[in-house]
């Protein structure tokens, strides 16, 4: 068939070759010009591909930054190796688990190691080990880059199985926004960045938060309150503002002791903050103490079974100490 080139576009017995088209704006107008000599069918046809690709496109384009799907717990096994002790274990996921490429991401909430990342296979599928014990939470994620998927909390089973889910007992009456995650601002000006944790209380009775705390102390993060009691139809906010000069990651666990046992684990996510600002040592789960042999020095933290955290005290002689992971 004839072929010939006219503003970059492809024609094939005068219709334009779909598959070759390098401008559309062009195409869109060679459409129009050439109506007036197309049968009614081929109209139909032509003015149906316009529409799709001259701007009346009845079929909406996904957003560029669409969520990541969180990983399909049902496809997931725990491989105990000693599970009723805390020890390794195997997760271990089937195809079609996560989107493939991407990286799975793990942290045990009532453990304090760091988290474990492995990379997602071209199935769907991957394989991990993390320490942890039965009845253990774990945090699941999919990352991508900067796209995160919503995470999944999963209780370690007592034997080989799958996990389920972790249970909220006030999910129908106490809602915290963000729900999982807070990332906080880049460092600006003289403050530390923060940002806010917005509790709301629909329960019956006052909803005690008897333990508001980091899962391991880190200097990285400050939060206040640690405890707090909102009133039925009342809000609070817990406000947490990060330190240091690298990018970190933490969870923050907020716990409940009335009307219900129930805990809200929520990933701190932190850009930095303000260069030689230094927190208070009580706002980042750590102790001010002294040496217990001379209280005229500070403590050492590492001799008394703990880890230095990089917070201030209110005197020379003390050390901010945080529990060692």
Request: with cysteine; aromatic share 4%.
């Amino acid at each position: 068939m004839l072929m010939m080139v006219q503003h970059g576009t492809y024609f094939r017995s005068g219709i334009p070759c779909v598959s070759s088209i390098v401008n559309w704006q062009d195409f869109c107008s060679t459409i129009l010009e050439m109506a007036h000599r197309l049968s009614p069918v081929l109209l139909v046809l032509v003015t149906l591909l316009a529409c799709v690709h001259c701007g009346i496109n009845p079929v909406p384009e996904p957003p560029s930054g669409e969520p990541i799907a969180p990983p399909a717990i049902d496809n997931i096994t725990v491989y105990p190796f000693q599970i009723m002790t805390e020890g390794n274990i195997s997760i271990h996921a089937g195809p079609n688990t996560a989107e493939p490429g991407s990286t799975l991401w793990a942290m045990n909430i009532d453990g304090t190691g760091p988290a474990v990342t492995t990379k997602v296979h071209d199935d769907g599928s991957f394989a991990l080990e993390i320490t942890a014990g039965s009845g253990d939470e774990v945090r699941l994620q999919v990352r991508s880059g900067q796209q995160r998927s919503k995470p999944i909390d999963v209780i370690i089973p007592s034997e080989e199985g799958p996990p389920t889910l972790a249970v909220r007992p006030l999910a129908g009456c106490l809602s915290l926004e963000p729900a999982f995650e807070l990332e906080l601002p880049p460092p600006a000006g003289s403050q530390p960045p923060s940002a806010s944790i917005l509790i709301k209380n629909r329960c019956s009775s006052d909803v005690l938060f008897s333990n508001i705390h980091l899962r391991v102390p880190s200097e990285a993060f400050a939060v206040l309150p640690s405890e707090l009691t909102i009133a039925p139809g009342n809000t609070a906010e817990v406000v947490v503002q990060v330190f240091g000069d690298a990018p970190r990651e933490e969870i923050l666990l907020l716990e409940t002791q009335a009307p219900e046992l129930d805990r809200r684990p929520i990933t701190l996510f932190g850009q930095g903050g303000i260069h030689g600002l230094l927190p208070n040592c009580s706002l980042v789960g750590g102790r001010c103490l002294s040496d217990p042999m001379d209280v005229t020095f500070p403590a050492n933290c590492e001799a008394l079974g703990m880890k230095y955290l990089e917070a201030t005290c209110q005197a020379m002689n003390l050390s901010c100490c945080g529990d060692a992971p």
